[in-house]
Structures are given as C-alpha cells and as structure tokens.
C-alpha cells in the first residue's frame, strides 16, 4: 500500500453533503468536507481514551497542521494504559509497551527545554512500530534495545548522541553475527523518530550514519546460508534420522520436524499451526496473514504424507494449536533447533538449520523437477519485489493451486525415494 503524503492530502477534494474521514494511521483521520460556498474543509480528528472512555477530538486544519505534526500531536493526548491487573494474560511485549507509553507522555508534561533521552524515544519508537509488527518480532526488538543500548544510551539526550558513542556499540558487537547491524539499525531508526517529533533538529548525526553504514559497518558473515547443499543421499538419511528421532523422542517437537520437508514453511509458522486452519476434505492448509512474515495470507496444498502425519495427531477432531510443549504451551521454533543439534544436523555441524527445509525444498523443485520459478516463488510464500510487474500481475493464496498441489505431491514422492534410497544402500 503506497504510503499517504501531505501531498496526497491536498489533492483531496470535499463533496457538498457527503463529508468523508480518511484514515491516515496511529488514530488520526481527516476529515474532508465542503461548505455552502464550495470550499474544501480539511480537519484532523482522534479518537482516544481518558479515564477509560472514549473520546473524539478535533486537533487542527489541514495544511496548516502537516501529517507528521498531527500524528504527533495525536500521540501526545492519548492516556496512558492501565497496569495490567495481577492475573493478567498480558505478554512481557504488552506491559513494555505500557511503560513506554506512560514514560511518553510523562515526557510530554515537562517544561518547554527539557531533553528528550534515547530511552523516551525509544520508547515512543517501539509503542508506534509495534502496531505494524507480528508480536514476536516486536519481542526481539524490545530486547535488542533493553540488552545493547538502553544500558548506554539510554539516559542520554537524543541530541547529544555522537558518531562515536554509535560506533563504539556497534564495534563491541561486531563479532555477534548480523546482530551489530540489527541494533545500529535501531539506532538509526530512534533517532529518525526524534527527529520527527521536533526533538533532533540537526542532520548531520544521519549523513554520518549513513556514510558509515556503507563503508565502515561490520559485514555479515559472508558465505552464511540457511541451506548448505545437501546431496541425495544425505537428504534421504537425514529424512531416516527424523524418523528415528520421532520414535526415540515422541513428541511435538519430532513431529513438527518430521513435517516440515513436506510443507517447508518457515518454522515459526509451522509452530505455530491451528487446526482450524487445516482443511482436510481439500487437503490445504491455509494460514492467515497474520501469522504470515510478509503480512499476505497462504496456502500450502497438503500431500498424502503431511495428511498422514496430520491425523496421526488426531487432526480433524481438535481446536487450537496443532503443536504443544510437554507443558502444554505453544511449540517455539528454538525447540525444533535444539532437536536438530542433538541429532548432528546444527548449523556448526551439518549446515542444517530448520530453515534448511525451504532451501532444500527450492533447490530440488528448481533443478531436480524443474518446475517453473513463478510456481516455487509463490508456494514459498515470497513476494515480488518488482514493484511494477507485482502491480499488474496479481495473485492470491488459491493462484495455480491445482499446480501447485500437483508439486507438492510430487516433491513428497520425491523425497520418499531419496529416503528409500538411502535406506538400501545403509
């Protein structure tokens, strides 16, 4: 969806009678009418809660009043959440996420000249950015920031932050994998959104920053994939150990693994699984864009091997979640790599990661069977990055879905001869 702009805003034209409220995000409309006299009334409106009751406020006329200043004024009424009462369900997110709203508009309260920190940026950073992501990934975010730079930054004004305290966290990190370029990422991102709110006015912070993210930050580590190449015979003995390790270790977790060559969606979305997204009599499995990466609903044709693991956990006949821990809480993708590490398929040992299924299966439908890319892309799950050619070719979770459910069976037969191959020659 194209991102509104101010300029967007004032192309609107009011129609006499027929006022209309176009939403903008983050609580804010405006509202366009047209008056007796033929002019075009432009207004912000908000809708927030005070001691528990809703309210709608007018803010301010358009374009006197820009997108950007409205949203942040929008912002700044909204009253802060209530603490969750002691038997709450509330994740560690959620309560985060209260504490950062609250600290917002406390700092919101001050005297004209008080400071802006890095933390209360942060802070309205993350309660903004959350509505936009799934919930685990606002999870690694939140301890991105409480772990790396709260502990440094934190107490610090925005505007007093310098190149050098940015390159010395990143420099600590630099041997963490990708996680030095997440949190300078974060960094970048917390500081742009101080500068939106009025509280950064000087830019030269984000030419320095975007100079030494081109040339001096910490590569990723080259060569890092999450599929290695497996050969033949190594995939149908790797097929063979997640048989065995679904007898020697019966549970969730096993299962999940044993499924997950057939599916090859990505782990948390395999752990994630409900039965109701599970339709038996057509044999898909169709997973709703919430719980999607790219926010885009899916659909995986189920072959006769991944049915038969499905009702072999006694699919048809239940609700909720298809995989749970010995606990009786959801399965976690971590639990399916701890499984694989005590197998000897890790990362470190084999080059196998859970996300090895996606690859694996990529790689075989590409050379092995040769299926076409449009087809592969799609059941990926991956989303045309050609902005233009995704504008007038349209697809949706049922495109090709008697093709693809041909694939997919296919590639299961596949994957069962390399298993029965390996099997004779051990």
Not at 61 to 85: C, G, M, Q, T, V
Not at 112 to 122: N, Y
Not at 255 to 263: D, F, G, I, S
Not at 298 to 322: F, N, T
Request: glycine share 8%; net charge positive.
């Amino acid at each position: 969806m194209k991102k509104i702009t101010d300029g967007d805003l004032k192309k609107l034209i009011g129609v006499r009678g027929k006022p209309r409220l176009v939403p903008v995000g983050a609580c804010v409309w405006l509202k366009v009418s047209m008056n007796a006299r033929g002019e075009t009334s432009k207004r912000w409106l908000t809708r927030y809660y005070e001691k528990g009751k809703p309210i709608k406020r007018i803010i301010g006329s358009f374009p006197e009043l820009s997108l950007e200043k409205a949203k942040a004024l929008a912002y700044d009424l909204r009253s802060p959440i209530d603490p969750p009462p002691p038997n709450s369900q509330m994740t560690q997110l959620q309560i985060s996420l209260a504490k950062n709203v609250a600290r917002l508009l406390e700092f919101s309260a001050r005297p004209v000249g008080s400071r802006l920190t890095f933390e209360d940026a942060a802070a309205g950073w993350l309660e903004r950015k959350s509505r936009e992501w799934a919930k685990s990934h606002g999870e690694k975010q939140r301890l991105r920031l409480e772990s790396y730079l709260l502990p440094r930054l934190g107490n610090m004004a925005v505007a007093e932050i310098s190149m050098a305290h940015i390159e010395r966290i990143v420099e600590e990190l630099s041997n963490r994998g990708d996680t030095a370029r997440r949190v300078f990422q974060i960094i970048r991102c917390v500081l742009q959104y101080a500068r939106k709110i009025g509280e950064l006015d000087d830019n030269s912070i984000f030419l320095d920053m975007l100079a030494y993210g081109r040339y001096d930050l910490p590569k990723a580590g080259q060569g890092k994939h999450f599929y290695s190449g497996l050969g033949a015979l190594e995939i149908g003995r790797l097929l063979l150990d997640l048989d065995r390790n679904k007898i020697l270790k019966p549970g969730a977790a096993s299962t999940a693994l044993c499924l997950a060559p057939y599916v090859f969606v990505r782990p948390a979305e395999l752990c994630g699984a409900r039965w109701e997204e599970i339709n038996f009599n057509e044999a898909f499995w169709h997973i709703p864009a919430q719980r999607m990466k790219m926010r885009r609903q899916h659909l995986v044709p189920l072959s006769r091997q991944a049915l038969d693991i499905l009702k072999a956990l006694g699919g048809g006949e239940k609700a909720g979640l298809v995989f749970r821990n010995s606990m009786g809480r959801p399965l976690v993708p971590e639990s399916l790599c701890v499984q694989l590490r005590a197998m000897g398929y890790g990362y470190k040992q084999s080059g196998v990661t859970t996300h090895s299924f996606r690859g694996m299966a990529s790689t075989i439908l590409h050379q092995d069977l040769e299926y076409p890319p449009h087809l592969i892309e799609l059941q990926m799950a991956h989303i045309e990055t050609n902005k233009v050619k995704s504008a007038y070719d349209r697809v949706n979770p049922f495109s090709f879905f008697e093709r693809r459910k041909e694939m997919i069976q296919r590639y299961a037969d596949h994957l069962d001869s390399l298993r029965l191959k390996a099997k004779n020659t051990s």
